[in-house]
C-alpha cells in the first residue's frame, strides 16, 4: 500500500510538472504572437530582429513567421555596407599626450533601452589581448583573464564556440603580442579586428582569405594584438561589424539591427580607445542597443574608426577587481561567461 502511495503521489508530480510545461509553451506561443500579429509594425521588427541574434531563440521567429516573411523584416532593419579601409593617417598619437591623463576612465552611457559603460583607454599601447592559449574545452571568466595578466581592465574579445557556456575555443583569427595563435576559417564575413605595432586600431575584411593570406595580413598589417568577429545576416545570424570607418557613419535600414547586449571598440584621433559595454535582454529592465545606437554613441565620443564586438551573454566589462557589466544571465550577477580571449588594460608594458 506504501508504494502505490508513493507512485500516485509521483504521478501527481508528474502530471503537475506536465501541465505547468504546456501552460508555459502556450503562454510563449501566445506572446510571440502578440509581439509579431500585434498593431505596431515596429514592435514586430525590433521583436524578430533581436530574437534571431540570441544563441538559443531563434526558433521562436519561425514560430509564427516564414523564411521568407523573417528574411524581410531583416532586409529592413540591416546594415548598408561600409567598404572603406583603415586610413592609418587620420590617427595621429602624439607621444607626450598620455603624461597628464589618467590611463583609464569610465563613463556611463544611458540610452532609452539600454544602460552601458563606456571605458577610455587614453594610451592604446597598454591594450593587448589576453588568450587561454593553449585551447583547452573550457575557457575562463573576463576577471581571472584581467588578473592572470596582472591588468587592471577588460573587455570580452571576439568570435568563440560558445556551447553551453565552455567557451574554449576563439573562431576567425587571434594574433596576441604579435604571435597568430589560431586561425580557424569558414565563417561567413570574418573581419579582423585589433591593433597594429603603431597602437592603431585595424578593421580588416578576411572574406575569402585561406590561412596562407591570413597570416601575410597580419605580417604586412604588422598586426600585435586582434581577435575576429563576423559580418553576417540571415535568419540564422545577425552579426554585423563595421560601424565607423575615417569618419564616415555606416548607414542604415530601420535600427539597423536588433536590440540587444553589445560591446564595440572605436578609436579616436588622438589615439585614445573607446570600449563600450551595454545591457540587454531583460537586464535592468532593458531590451538592449542597436546597431544604430552604437553608432550614434561612438560618434557622439569621437570615434575616427568603430567596429561591433562579440555581444549578448559575452557583454562584459572589469575594472579595478570589479565587474561593472556583466552577463545577463541571472546567475552571473558578479562574473561573465567563459571566454577564450578579451582586450585587457595594463599599466606596464
Do not use: C
Not at 108 to 123: C, R, S, T, W, Y
Not at 243 to 253: D, M, T, Y
Request: hydrophobic share 40%; charged share 25%; glycine share 10%.
Amino acid at each position: 500500500m506504501a508504494a502505490k502511495k508513493v507512485l500516485k503521489t509521483i504521478g501527481k508530480v508528474f502530471s503537475f510538472i506536465g501541465i505547468f510545461l504546456v501552460i508555459l509553451v502556450i503562454t510563449l506561443y501566445l506572446t510571440v504572437q502578440l509581439f509579431v500579429n500585434g498593431p505596431s509594425s515596429s514592435a514586430r521588427e525590433l521583436f524578430v530582429t533581436t530574437i534571431l541574434e540570441t544563441g538559443q531563440l531563434k526558433f521562436l521567429a519561425s514560430l509564427v513567421l516564414n523564411e521568407q516573411e523573417i528574411n524581410d523584416i531583416v532586409s529592413k532593419n540591416s546594415l548598408k555596407d561600409l567598404d572603406s579601409e583603415v586610413d592609418t593617417d587620420l590617427i595621429d598619437i602624439p607621444v607626450s599626450s598620455f603624461e597628464n591623463k589618467e590611463l583609464v576612465e569610465i563613463h556611463d552611457i544611458v540610452g532609452n533601452n539600454f544602460a552601458g559603460k563606456m571605458m577610455i583607454v587614453n594610451d592604446p599601447s597598454k591594450i593587448s589581448l589576453a588568450t587561454t592559449y593553449p585551447w583547452g574545452e573550457y575557457g575562463e571568466e573576463l576577471d581571472k583573464l584581467v588578473t592572470k595578466n596582472k591588468a587592471i581592465a577588460g573587455v570580452n574579445g571576439g568570435l568563440y564556440k560558445s556551447d553551453a557556456n565552455k567557451g574554449g575555443r576563439p573562431l576567425g583569427v587571434t594574433v596576441s603580442n604579435g604571435e597568430i595563435q589560431d586561425i580557424s576559417l569558414g565563417y561567413t564575413g570574418l573581419y579582423l579586428i585589433g591593433f597594429d605595432t603603431d597602437n592603431i586600431l585595424r578593421i580588416i575584411s578576411l572574406e575569402g582569405k585561406n590561412k596562407a593570406q591570413v597570416e601575410q595580413i597580419v605580417k604586412d598589417e604588422h598586426i600585435r594584438d586582434a581577435i575576429a568577429f563576423q559580418e553576417e545576416a540571415s535568419d540564422k545570424n545577425n552579426h554585423f561589424v563595421k560601424l565607423i570607418v575615417n569618419g564616415e557613419k555606416r548607414e542604415l535600414n530601420g535600427l539597423g539591427s536588433g536590440a540587444n547586449p553589445r560591446t564595440a571598440i572605436g578609436q579616436r584621433k588622438d589615439g585614445s580607445v573607446l570600449f563600450l559595454v551595454t545591457d540587454g535582454r531583460g537586464k535592468n529592465g532593458h531590451l538592449g542597443a542597436t546597431a544604430s545606437d552604437l553608432i550614434e554613441i561612438m560618434e557622439e565620443w569621437g570615434a575616427v574608426n568603430a567596429a561591433n564586438l562579440d555581444g549578448g551573454s559575452s557583454s562584459t566589462m572589469y575594472y579595478k577587481d570589479r565587474y561593472l557589466m556583466t552577463s545577463v544571465t541571472f546567475y552571473y550577477s558578479n562574473s561573465s561567461w567563459r571566454l577564450p580571449t578579451a582586450f585587457i588594460v595594463k599599466e606596464e608594458n
